[in-house]
C-alpha cells in the first residue's frame, strides 16, 4: 500500500472516531466516571469533591470508578476522617512553579509547534509523551499542522483533558502533560496520534504511556508512516 494511502487512513480513522466530541467539556455536576481518561484521574476529582462527586464511588469504599483505565490511585478518600498524624517531621518540598496548570479540562488557546501549546490561561503546555521536530526543522510544520488538527477538527474547538505525568513542570517552566480528546464514552490521547501519525517522536524516558507510544512508534517506523518516517 502506499505510504501516503496508509498516512491518509489512519488520520481518517481518527477523524471518524472523535467526530462526536462536544464543543463544551463536561460539568463538574454532571461528571461520571465516563468523564475522566484514568482512574486516577477520577479520584483526584473526587478527593477535591467527595460530596459532589459521591457518584463516583459507587460501593462507598472510598475508591472512584475502579473500573476506569490505570494510572490508579486507590488510596481511599475518608469521610469526616480527621488527618492522620505524620510518624515523622515531613520533609520540606519545593511547590510547584505558578505557572503549573491544573489537571483537568481545559482549552488550547494556540498551538505553538508539535509538542507545545498556549492554554486560554497563558500557561505553555508541553505534551509529555512526544517529541515533535522543531519549527524550522524537517517535518516541524507538519507535526504542527498535525497537532492543530487533532485539537480543533471536527468540532473539537481545543477542548483538552490534562493529565500529568511523573514530572510537573520541565527546565523551561512549561506544564509537562498527557493531552486527551472524549467522544461521548470514549477517550483518545493526543500524543499517541501524533505518534501514530508519525508526527512525532515516542518519549522514551519516563512516563505511565511510555512502553505503549514506544510501540506506536516502531509500528509507524516500520509502516513508513507520516512525514517522519515516509
Known sequence: MPRPLIVALAYAGLIAGL???PAQPAT??????????????AQAAYRADPVGLANLDADHDGIACESNRCPCDRVPVRLGAPPAQP????????????SVAPEGWA??????????????????????????PELGARCGAEATDTLVGLLTDAGRDGNVYLEYGPRLADEFGRTLGYLW????????????WMVRLGAAEAWRRDGQYRDQLVTDEDEARANGVGCLWS
Open 107 to 132: 482549552h488550547i488557546q494556540r498551538v505553538i509547534d508539535g509538542d507545545t501549546v498556549v492554554l486560554d490561561s497563558g500557561v505553555r503546555v508541553r505534551l509529555f509523551g512526544i517529541n515533535a
Open 19 to 21: 467526530a462526536a466530541l
Open 87 to 98: 510518624t515523622a517531621a515531613p520533609q520540606p518540598t519545593a511547590a510547584p512553579a505558578a
Open 28 to 41: 463538574a455536576q454532571r461528571r461520571t466516571c465516563s468523564s475522566f481518561p484514568t482512574q486516577a484521574a
Open 181 to 192: 480528546v472524549a467522544d461521548g464514552d470514549a477517550w483518545a490521547m493526543v500524543d499517541e
